[in-house]
């Protein structure tokens, strides 16, 4: 037994010693930490139930206004490596991840949870490696999948003109970038044709969105000593052929294209305070790229239906015009102010409904626009008068146009006591009233008209906080 001590203990050094070495215990400090959200509570009168619903028209997500929005939160995770030579390299790599969350029932926090009802849904939309100025270059690149795009008009949450945000890999060289992007998505039940396929995991058969090819060229150009910028964006979308492997035989479409062009100027502007700009974009989206629809940009997203005869997407087109201003004109008051036009047809000779692949009679035709203006007037700089104003009309098809007027009145404290539209957090007390005119009323064409009915006044009441820091 003496003599079994010693080799026992060893054993036991060696094999605690091991899992000591081999554990990862975390000392790293290059660490960021950000987030977005909005949580609050709000109600309609006129509902049962008092539930709180947006007055935009259907199909138009935030363009409209977004006071009467849901709960929604998101944060993200950076970690930064240090280059090798950090005196003389200045080379930013950096690795981010973000998770959103939101809830189906309008409800995120609280006594919900993902099994009961309305649930919590959990998105990735963020995970990816970058490094930028490699070596004191003017080269960067990235790899995975994040929010690829720049300017937002934040009143109507519409990141547009380059909103390429997926999975895929970019490299950039000075102002010129060049992406290829491979957009996909699982268990869809949107109508987005030619591109969704049937796929049978486990019995049942859902709808997938195809993974299609985005290659993606944008070069800027500054001038008036960098107070201006141009902004040249092309485009190229490639479907494949669909196979027996991936697809029921009876939707194995063959291979479409698509193409995007287009031209955005920004400009600074000189006021009593600075932050003041004005961008102005143009952009059109041919075949397959015609995607621009349900308030976001994203031109894979194709919209309308397909040529059944050819079973192609060729005479498909969006047409996509942007003006957003910011005025800070003064210590005390600040104007925000946007429009936004779409034109858009899918391939189908039809200029009303028409089937998709699945028999589904879907509209082939839109024409859309909207005007909104936030006024801020800095009543104290911890306490600003906000207002709102907006008009929304949405024509799909043959039918008439949907219109909407809104007006927000949203006394709001900014605890961070600055006078600035951007200055955040906000805990705002919100009324918006909204008024439809009889086409929009009698069809329920908002998601408040589907719970109040034949209506052509809405009233809206809440609280709400939304913040962000980066």
Same mark, same amino acid.
């Given at each position: 037994?003496?003599?079994?001590?010693?080799?026992?203990?060893?054993?036991?050094?060696?094999?605690?010693?091991?899992?000591?070495?081999?554990?990862?215990?975390?000392?790293?400090?290059?660490?960021?930490?950000?987030?977005?959200?909005?949580?609050?509570?709000?109600?309609?009168?006129?509902?049962?139930? =008092?539930?709180?619903?947006?007055? $935009?028209?259907?199909?138009?997500?935030?363009?409209?206004?977004?006071?009467?929005?849901?709960?929604?939160?998101?944060?993200?995770?950076?970690?930064?490596?240090?280059?090798?030579?950090?005196?003389? @390299?200045?080379?930013?790599?950096?690795?981010?991840?973000?998770?959103?969350?939101?809830?189906?029932?309008?409800?995120?926090?609280?006594?919900?949870?993902?099994?009961?009802?309305?649930?919590?849904?959990?998105?990735?939309?963020?995970?990816?490696?970058?490094? =930028?100025?490699?070596?004191?270059?003017?080269?960067?690149?990235?790899?995975?999948?994040?929010?690829?795009?720049?300017?937002?008009?934040?009143?109507?949450?519409?990141?547009?003109?380059?909103?390429?945000?997926?999975?895929?890999?970019?490299?950039? !060289?000075?102002?010129?970038?060049?992406?290829?992007?491979?957009?996909?998505?699982?268990?869809?039940?949107?109508?987005?044709?030619?591109?969704?396929?049937?796929?049978?995991?486990?019995?049942?058969?859902?709808?997938?969105?195809?993974?299609?090819?985005?290659?993606?060229?944008?070069?800027?150009?500054?001038?008036?000593?960098?107070?201006?910028?141009?902004?040249?964006?092309?485009?190229?979308?490639?479907?494949? @052929?669909?196979?027996?492997?991936?697809?029921?035989?009876?939707?194995?479409?063959?291979?479409?294209?698509? !193409?995007?062009?287009?031209?955005?100027?920004?400009?600074?502007?000189?006021?009593?305070?600075?932050?003041?700009?004005?961008?102005?974009?143009?952009?059109?989206?041919?075949?397959?790229?015609?995607?621009?629809?349900?308030?976001?940009?994203?031109?894979?997203?194709?919209?309308?239906?397909?040529?059944?005869?050819?079973?192609?997407?060729?005479?498909?087109?969006?047409? $996509?015009?942007?003006?957003?201003?910011?005025?800070?004109?003064?210590?005390?008051?600040?104007? =925000?102010?946007?429009?936004?036009?779409?034109?858009?047809?899918?391939?189908?000779?039809?200029?009303?409904?028409?089937?998709?692949?699945?028999?589904?009679?879907?509209?082939?035709?839109?024409?859309?626009?909207?005007?909104?203006?936030?006024?801020?007037?800095?009543?104290?700089?911890?306490?600003?008068?906000?207002?709102?104003?907006?008009?929304?009309?949405?024509?799909?098809?043959?039918? @008439?146009?949907?219109?909407?007027?809104?007006?927000?009145?949203?006394?709001?404290?900014?605890?961070?006591?600055?006078? @600035?539209? !951007?200055?955040?957090?906000?805990?705002?007390?919100? /009324?918006?009233?909204?008024?439809?005119?009889?086409?929009?009323?009698?069809?329920? /064409?908002?998601?408040?008209?589907?719970?109040?009915? =034949?209506?052509?006044?809405?009233?809206?009441?809440?609280?709400?906080?939304?913040?962000?820091?980066?």
């Amino acid at each position: 037994m003496e003599t079994r001590l010693p080799g026992l203990l060893c054993l036991f050094l060696l094999v605690t010693n091991c899992h000591y070495v081999a554990s990862q215990s975390v000392t790293n400090k290059m660490f960021s930490f950000g987030s977005y959200g909005r949580v609050g509570a709000g109600f309609a009168p006129a509902i049962k139930g =008092n539930i709180g619903r947006s007055f $935009n028209l259907n199909g138009m997500g935030s363009i409209g206004g977004r006071m009467e929005e849901a709960d929604y939160v998101e944060f993200a995770g950076a970690l930064h490596f240090k280059p090798h030579n950090q005196q003389s @390299d200045t080379t930013f790599i950096n690795v981010q991840a973000r998770v959103a969350m939101y809830s189906g029932n309008g409800q995120l926090i609280g006594n919900v949870s993902s099994t009961n009802y309305g649930g919590v849904a959990f998105a990735l939309p963020e995970l990816y490696a970058e490094a =930028n100025n490699i070596m004191g270059s003017k080269w960067s690149a990235w790899i995975g999948a994040k929010f690829f795009r720049t300017n937002d008009i934040h009143i109507a949450d519409h990141f547009y003109f380059d909103d390429h945000s997926t999975q895929g890999f970019g490299v950039t !060289w000075k102002n010129t970038t060049l992406s290829v992007m491979f957009p996909g998505n699982v268990d869809t039940a949107s109508s987005v044709p030619p591109n969704f396929y049937v796929t049978i995991i486990d019995g049942t058969p859902r709808l997938g969105l195809r993974s299609r090819s985005v290659i993606i060229g944008e070069h800027i150009i500054p001038f008036d000593e960098n107070n201006q910028q141009i902004k040249l964006l092309a485009e190229y979308h490639q479907l494949s @052929d669909a196979s027996a492997e991936d697809t029921a035989t009876a939707f194995n479409y063959p291979s479409a294209g698509g !193409w995007v062009v287009g031209i955005k100027h920004m400009t600074g502007l000189k006021t009593a305070v600075e932050g003041s700009f004005n961008h102005a974009s143009v952009r059109y989206g041919s075949g397959i790229a015609n995607g621009n629809d349900g308030g976001n940009s994203r031109t894979w997203l194709t919209y309308g239906a397909p040529d059944l005869e050819t079973n192609k997407f060729k005479e498909a087109y969006s047409f $996509n015009v942007i003006e957003h201003l910011m005025l800070n004109l003064s210590k005390k008051y600040s104007l =925000n102010g946007y429009v936004i036009f779409t034109k858009s047809r899918g391939a189908a000779d039809s200029l009303n409904k028409a089937p998709d692949y699945f028999d589904r009679q879907i509209f082939n035709r839109k024409t859309e626009y909207a005007v909104g203006f936030r006024n801020f007037w800095y009543i104290k700089k911890w306490f600003h008068l906000i207002t709102e104003l907006h008009y929304a009309a949405r024509k799909d098809g043959a039918q @008439d146009y949907a219109r909407m007027a809104k007006f927000s009145l949203v006394p709001t404290i900014v605890p961070t006591a600055k006078a @600035d539209p !951007w200055a955040r957090p906000h805990l705002r007390l919100i /009324y918006s009233v909204a008024k439809y005119n009889k086409f929009a009323a009698e069809n329920a /064409y908002s998601p408040y008209l589907r719970e109040i009915g =034949n209506k052509e006044w809405g009233h809206y009441i809440g609280v709400r906080a939304e913040w962000w820091i980066w």
